[in-house]
């Protein structure tokens, strides 16, 4: 009888099932993304109904049917096998054995209640997201994917895939072993790996948490969940995204799904603008749609260029393939981004892909694994996929020539001529005041010029353009504010102040040493803060900035008390006061 009792208590438990099956369509609904009113009205109204479907399961187990409703099933049907009804069947057996266990049927009938229920919140999930009419992708022409258009029929990633993984090559950071960053919570690898996919034994894609027991995943393991987050998440997405969207074509799809990959939601406003854009900068800026949260606006935006270059033919996957990973994290916001529009000039579009960075081209990345050459090979023998030519810019004359000479300076850094860069970076600011990366080009030469020659007055000029660029940041915050940058002129003061600090050091003047070191040492605080306060997440700058802000603490300290001390066996009346002071217990410096 115990065992039987076990049985029952276990099947007992299918309240808990239904209402947790409700609570998954429930989260269902809340990642679907309706266009119209009607659509929104009917998701906001589907959540609470399904909310009070759980809400009404988990009540009517707790006060009804374990106490009240199964017990008086159960005595019902126990009635049904009474003796008297018994001695009428040939099965006394069978009547037997429902005579002592009548929670079976009780049990059974409860459930087809809950069937009930369950089915009608899965049809009502099915209206919401309206499946049996979504959009097709169809599969794009290798040697131009401007001419196909997205039409109705079946998703198919592997028409994509290709350019989506190079594009998420640049643009998401690897790693080979997970990592938890503040405000977050699950540890991950970067790149396609927030969550944990696999298939069950049906073939069903299934997504389940990561956790701080993560196990170590390589390269060409991490692509293929990169495969399995686009196939259940944001393919889904993309396609309610375009549904009934007469003017997205693949290359636009592309985009979408590279801007979207992380925040899927964003696809469906991007998608509306671009289906009425008309021209290429039109196409471009439909990707500065959707509300982007402050925090991480800067950031957003950088990561949208490169999806906007590549949608409206600015940039392919062969570009990116020669660009380097997550460069557009040192790219100056205001250089590519002015009130509301996307800079699409030549010689923006050069600045962008030619910025420097720790880490290899995307090409070499590939490389290095299976996955990775599969992909290089499609890219290169589909050939160059031609660019498409700006004939509606927007942009005033004056900032494609002002970044035309600072792409003319980065050159003469590169041939070491650094006072030829200084020249070049001093005309950009002067043709456009707003030129930010201008700024922060000059003080890296002007860094770099004494470092060439040991000259203080070098780096004091780099200091000076770092706080002139900081006050007109700081005069202007809407427009022209990126901390990420800010960060690093804060950086480039503190290694000239650094510097400065070393040459004094040098000449035998420790005080005039001490106080560039504390001043370096503020400007390597400061670049901490900053980049904290910014949105790239990049672990290896960040330590550097600290352990920089800390080397030049402990120097000033030191060279502090090396003085006092050299104060004190110079000076007998201090020496003497100090013998006093520490007698009576005061040991401050």
Same mark, same amino acid.
């Given at each position: 009888?115990?065992?039987?009792?076990?049985?029952?208590?276990?099947?007992?438990?299918?309240?808990?099932?239904?209402?947790?099956?409700?609570?998954?369509?429930?989260?269902?609904?809340?990642?679907?993304?309706?266009?119209?009113?009607?659509?929104?009205?009917?998701?906001?109204?589907?959540?609470?109904?399904?909310?009070?479907?759980?809400?009404?399961?988990?009540?009517?187990?707790?006060?009804?049917?374990?106490?009240?409703?199964?017990?008086?099933?159960?005595?019902?049907?126990?009635?049904?096998?009474?003796?008297?009804?018994?001695?009428?069947?040939?099965?006394?057996?069978?009547?037997?054995?429902?005579?002592?266990?009548?929670?079976?049927?009780?049990?059974?009938?409860?459930?087809?209640?809950?069937?009930?229920?369950?089915?009608?919140?899965?049809?009502?999930?099915?209206?919401?997201?309206?499946?049996?009419?979504?959009?097709?992708?169809?599969?794009?022409?290798?040697?131009?994917?401007?001419?196909?258009?997205?039409?109705?029929?079946?998703?198919?990633?592997?028409?994509?895939?290709?350019?989506?993984?190079?594009?998420?090559?640049?643009?998401?950071?690897?790693?080979?072993?997970?990592?938890?960053?503040?405000?977050?919570?699950?540890?991950?690898?970067?790149?396609?790996?927030?969550?944990?996919?696999?298939?069950?034994?049906?073939?069903?894609?299934?997504?389940?948490?990561?956790?701080?027991?993560?196990?170590?995943?390589?390269?060409?393991?991490?692509?293929?969940?990169?495969?399995?987050?686009?196939?259940?998440?944001?393919?889904?997405?993309?396609?309610?995204?375009?549904?009934?969207?007469?003017?997205?074509?693949?290359?636009?799809?592309?985009?979408?799904?590279?801007?979207?990959?992380?925040?899927?939601?964003?696809?469906?406003?991007?998608?509306?603008?671009?289906?009425?854009?008309?021209?290429?900068?039109?196409?471009?800026?439909?990707?500065?749609?959707?509300?982007?949260?402050?925090?991480?606006?800067?950031?957003?935006?950088?990561?949208?260029?490169?999806?906007?270059?590549?949608?409206?033919?600015?940039?392919?996957?062969?570009?990116?393939?020669?660009?380097?990973?997550?460069?557009?994290?040192? #790219?100056?916001? +205001?250089?590519?981004?002015?009130?509301?529009?996307? @800079? !699409?000039?030549?010689?923006? *579009? /050069?600045?962008?892909?030619?910025?420097?960075?720790?880490?290899?081209?995307?090409?070499?990345?590939?490389?290095?694994?299976?996955?990775?050459?599969?992909?290089?090979?499609?890219?290169?023998?589909?050939?160059?996929?031609?660019?498409?030519?700006?004939?509606?810019?927007?942009?005033?004359?004056?900032?494609?020539?002002?970044?035309?000479?600072?792409?003319?300076?980065?050159?003469?850094?590169?041939?070491?001529?650094?006072?030829?860069?200084?020249?070049?970076?001093?005309?950009?600011?002067?043709?456009?005041?707003?030129?930010?990366?201008?700024?922060?080009?000059?003080?890296?030469?002007?860094?770099?010029?004494?470092?060439?020659?040991?000259?203080?007055?070098?780096?004091?000029?780099?200091?000076?353009?770092? #706080?002139?660029? +900081?006050?007109?940041?700081?005069?202007?915050?809407? @427009? !022209?504010?990126?901390?990420? *940058? /800010?960060?690093?002129?804060?950086?480039?003061?503190?290694?000239?102040?650094?510097?400065?600090?070393?040459?004094?050091?040098?000449?035998?003047?420790?005080?005039?040493?001490?106080?560039?070191?504390?001043?370096?040492?503020?400007?390597?605080?400061?670049?901490?803060?900053?980049?904290?306060?910014?949105?790239?997440?990049?672990?290896?700058?960040?330590?550097?900035?600290?352990?920089?802000?800390?080397?030049?603490?402990?120097?000033?300290?030191?060279?502090?008390?090396?003085?006092?001390?050299?104060?004190?066996?110079?000076?007998?009346?201090?020496?003497?006061?100090?013998?006093?002071?520490?007698?009576?217990?005061?040991?401050?410096?």
């Amino acid at each position: 009888m115990a065992n039987k009792k076990t049985v029952a208590e276990k099947i007992g438990r299918g309240p808990d099932w239904a209402a947790g099956k409700i609570d998954n369509i429930r989260r269902q609904l809340l990642q679907t993304y309706p266009e119209s009113k009607l659509g929104q009205t009917a998701k906001v109204g589907g959540y609470f109904l399904l909310s009070l479907f759980s809400y009404m399961v988990k009540t009517f187990d707790i006060a009804i049917v374990n106490n009240v409703l199964l017990r008086a099933m159960e005595h019902g049907y126990k009635s049904l096998f009474t003796p008297e009804i018994k001695a009428q069947r040939a099965d006394d057996k069978f009547s037997d054995f429902m005579q002592k266990n009548p929670w079976i049927l009780s049990y059974l009938t409860y459930y087809m209640m809950l069937s009930g229920i369950v089915i009608g919140a899965n049809r009502l999930m099915d209206d919401a997201r309206d499946d049996s009419n979504i959009a097709k992708i169809e599969i794009v022409n290798d040697t131009d994917t401007d001419k196909e258009i997205i039409d109705s029929a079946v998703l198919s990633l592997d028409a994509y895939w290709v350019d989506i993984a190079v594009g998420l090559t640049e643009l998401e950071t690897y790693r080979a072993t997970p990592r938890k960053y503040a405000g977050e919570s699950r540890y991950t690898y970067g790149l396609g790996t927030t969550w944990i996919y696999s298939y069950d034994n049906n073939g069903k894609l299934q997504q389940t948490p990561s956790d701080n027991d993560t196990i170590v995943r390589d390269k060409d393991e991490n692509y293929e969940q990169v495969r399995r987050h686009l196939e259940f998440d944001t393919m889904p997405a993309l396609v309610r995204a375009v549904k009934n969207r007469k003017n997205i074509t693949d290359r636009h799809a592309i985009a979408m799904l590279l801007a979207g990959y992380q925040r899927p939601s964003d696809m469906v406003h991007i998608a509306a603008r671009l289906d009425s854009a008309k021209t290429v900068q039109e196409v471009a800026d439909a990707f500065t749609a959707g509300k982007i949260p402050s925090r991480w606006r800067d950031g957003t935006l950088k990561r949208r260029w490169v999806c906007a270059a590549y949608a409206a033919g600015i940039i392919t996957a062969n570009d990116l393939l020669k660009m380097r990973r997550d460069a557009f994290s040192s #790219v100056d916001i +205001n250089n590519i981004y002015r009130n509301g529009h996307f @800079l !699409l000039g030549e010689q923006t *579009v /050069k600045y962008v892909m030619t910025r420097p960075s720790v880490n290899g081209t995307v090409e070499k990345f590939l490389s290095g694994f299976d996955a990775g050459l599969k992909i290089l090979d499609v890219v290169k023998n589909r050939g160059i996929v031609a660019h498409t030519a700006i004939k509606d810019n927007l942009l005033a004359k004056n900032i494609e020539e002002s970044m035309s000479l600072l792409n003319q300076g980065n050159a003469k850094i590169v041939s070491m001529d650094f006072k030829g860069a200084i020249e070049l970076f001093q005309q950009a600011i002067n043709i456009d005041a707003d030129n930010m990366g201008a700024y922060s080009e000059l003080a890296d030469a002007y860094n770099k010029l004494g470092e060439q020659n040991n000259d203080i007055e070098c780096f004091q000029n780099a200091v000076n353009v770092v #706080v002139k660029c +900081n006050s007109r940041m700081n005069a202007n915050k809407s @427009l !022209l504010m990126d901390r990420d *940058v /800010k960060a690093e002129s804060y950086y480039t003061a503190g290694c000239a102040r650094r510097a400065m600090g070393d040459i004094y050091m040098s000449r035998k003047m420790p005080d005039k040493a001490r106080e560039n070191y504390r001043k370096a040492a503020k400007n390597f605080e400061n670049a901490v803060y900053n980049y904290e306060n910014g949105d790239v997440n990049d672990i290896e700058k960040l330590q550097m900035y600290i352990k920089a802000a800390k080397e030049m603490t402990t120097r000033g300290k030191r060279l502090g008390f090396n003085s006092g001390l050299k104060k004190l066996h110079n000076d007998d009346t201090i020496k003497n006061a100090a013998v006093v002071n520490f007698m009576h217990g005061d040991y401050t410096a």
